[in-house]
Nanobody
Framework: QVQLVESGGGLAQAGGSLRLSCAAS????????MGWFRQAPGKEREFVASIGWTTYFADSVKGRFTISRDNIKNTVYLQMNSLKPEDTAVYYC???????????????WGQGTQVTVSP
């Protein structure tokens, strides 16, 4: 079993930045892909970014978000720049196969952290 704990969410103004962290513990495996999904009120959970063999990004965040990973600390980071109000959502950390881009492929979920972007 793998436990994922997110941190770093909060309130930001449009154009601002936030960095999310996700610490993994338990039966961690460096071969896992790690990523982030988000769910806005009334909407389905959607893919944001992941890192495995390479990095993957949703079109809506390309050029604004970056993802990185520290395998020694078992932590993955999501740096979010040029935030927009439409980025407001609960952000969930996820572990799955390398090349993780689909909810169906997720092995483990974090509990989620709220990100709110004001106009």
């Amino acid at each position: 079993q793998v436990q994922l704990v997110e941190s770093g969410g909060g309130l930001a103004q449009a154009g601002g930045s936030l960095r999310l962290s996700c610490a993994a513990s338990g039966r961690t495996d460096s071969s896992y892909g790690m990523g982030w999904f988000r769910q806005a009120p009334g909407k389905e959970r959607e893919f944001v970014a992941s890192i495995g063999w390479t990095t993957y990004f949703a079109d809506s965040v390309k050029g604004r978000f970056t993802i990185s990973r520290d395998n020694i600390k078992n932590t993955v980071y999501l740096q979010m720049n040029s935030l927009k109000p439409e980025d407001t959502a609960v952000y969930y950390c996820a572990a799955g196969p390398r090349g993780l881009v689909s909810i169906r492929d997720v092995f483990y979920w974090g509990q989620g952290t709220q990100v709110t972007v004001s106009p």
